[in-house]
Structures are given as structure tokens and as C-alpha cells.
């Protein structure tokens, strides 16, 4: 019994009929997963620079105003924010921070700080996580901090779990010396 088996076994084994579409049955799925997992894994990074990029322009935005920025300027930020990202328009945070180096204390503080979205507004307390992220400066200079979050979910299911894409900007204010907040406007 084990020879005749064994005779089948070497038999099939032998055979080369039919061996291509096998091999096609056998690779296919093989091949779709790597070209999806590359997508996917292209389009996460795409996504994070795009965020980044998006970032950066509504930080430069802000810097360069000389009037003072005004909650429906907030609002209409974070619009632009999401418009130029692409990323999921129903959960994105947005939140702006005008820091000020106190030069005596070293230590970064809060002169105001506003948010769109579910984000807490930053405190000058909780600036100090920061501290390894932002630059240098001289006394009483400042600079705006730009921060996003939007939630990401890749295109196929290949083991990148849905994620929160976070940017972090900083920029110094071009024209003024500060960026001026008016809650009336």
C-alpha cells in the first residue's frame, strides 16, 4: 500500500499538465496582497506628508496676519486645514498656540491658545512636554503653534490599523511681533 502511494505520489509529482494555472492559483492572491499592502502603505505615508504640508500652510497663514485672528477665523483655518489635507472631514482638530519664551524663567508661556474640534485648549502647565520639540529663542519672542489630528483608514486591510494623523508646526510671526486674538470679532 505504502509503494503504491509513494508511485502516485511521484507520478503526480512528474506530471506537468496543468502546472501554469496552479501556480497562477497559487501566486494570485500572493500578488494582489503585495500590490494592495504597497498601496496602502504608499497612501499612509502620502497622507501624513499631504497633513504636514496642509499644516505648514495654514501656520504660514497665520504668521502672516496683522490683523487679530478671530474665531470665525479659526473656524474657516480648520476648513482649509481639512479641504487641503483630504483627510476625513468630520474628525479634525485644530488648534493654535501663540507661545512666548519667558527668557527669566526659561520657560515657554501660553499667551492664548484656541482649538476647533475635540482638542483641549494647551495651558502654559502643559507646555513643558513640549520642550524638547520647540526651538530656541530670545526673551519674549514668540511663535505660533500649529497642532492637527485627523483620523486615517487605510484603503484594504493589510495590518496598518486605523490611525490618528498628528502634525506638529511652529513658525514665527512675520510681520508684528505677536498674533493678536479677538474673541469680539
Known sequence: ?????????????????????????????????????????????????????????????????????????????????????????????????????????NVFKVDWSKRRGDIPRLRTRDVSDYDELLPPLIANERIILVETASDYDPAFNVGLAPRIIETFVFTRPRYAPQIVWDAEG
Do not use: C, H
Open 1 to 105: 500500500m505504502k509503494q503504491l502511494i509513494l508511485s502516485k505520489l511521484r507520478s503526480f509529482a512528474r506530471e506537468t499538465k496543468a502546472n501554469a494555472s496552479i501556480e497562477a492559483m497559487i501566486i494570485f492572491p500572493v500578488l494582489f496582497w503585495a500590490n494592495a499592502a504597497s498601496f496602502t502603505y504608499y497612501e499612509a505615508y502620502r497622507a501624513q506628508a499631504v497633513a504636514e504640508k496642509a499644516a505648514y500652510s495654514v501656520s504660514d497663514m497665520i504668521s502672516r496676519e496683522t490683523a487679530p485672528i478671530t474665531p470665525t477665523y479659526m473656524t474657516n483655518a480648520r476648513n482649509i486645514y481639512k479641504d487641503l489635507s483630504g483627510l476625513s472631514p468630520g474628525d479634525t482638530t485644530l488648534r493654535v498656540t501663540l507661545l512666548r519664551w519667558d527668557g527669566n524663567n
